[in-house]
């Protein structure tokens, strides 16, 4: 499976404008730049998408932990909060904090954390950044 996302950026750091796009059309042509990304102004960064991508992917994660513990979510609230930080080296992702909260019938304190830790470390988002990078990079 491979899902399919672009960008495309024009001017310079400070006062260009760019738009991202996803295969599936949900986002199109979303506007993001610098103030958006570094200033809290309108639009959107790539720090608030992995959060979303995060925050989804964990519980969903969550869902299948439950499941295979003969658990059923009526609810699951997942919020990431993606830490970056002017780092040495430059700017960097440092962590992401998940607040999970849900309504499982039947689930007590100890099964939920458990289902959940395991979420957190099985969750594709939670790997990515072990991912396997590669590139085709052309000048036109």
Same mark, same amino acid.
């Not at 400070?14 to 639009?43: D, M």
């Not at 513990?69 to 993606?82: F, P, Q, R, W, Y």
């Given at each position: ?38 200033? +809290? ?5 790539? #720090?608030?998408l992995i959060g &979303? @991508?995060? %925050? =989804? !992917?964990?519980?969903?994660? $969550? ?42 019938? +039947? ?5 939920? #954390?458990?289902?959940?830790? &395991? @979420?957190? %470390? =099985? !969750?594709?988002?939670?790997? $990515? ?9 052309k000048l036109v």
């Open positions: 499976m491979k899902k399919k996302a672009s960008a495309v950026w024009m001017g310079d750091l400070k006062s260009g404008l760019g738009s991202i796009s996803t295969e599936s059309g949900v986002l199109s042509n979303a506007p993001y730049g610098f103030v958006s990304r570094f200033e +809290g102004g309108k639009g959107t960064n790539p #720090e608030e &979303a @991508a995060h %925050a =989804g !992917c964990f519980s969903m994660a $969550l869902s299948v932990q439950l499941g295979n513990a003969g658990l059923k979510a009526d609810k699951i609230e997942t919020s990431a909060t993606v830490n970056f930080e002017k780092l040495e080296q430059g700017w960097t992702v440092t962590e992401v904090n998940l607040e999970v909260r849900a309504k499982v019938p +039947g689930a007590d304190q100890a099964s939920f #954390e458990k289902a959940a830790n &395991a @979420a957190k %470390a =099985g !969750c594709p988002i939670s790997r $990515l950044l072990n991912a396997k990078i590669t590139m085709d990079a």
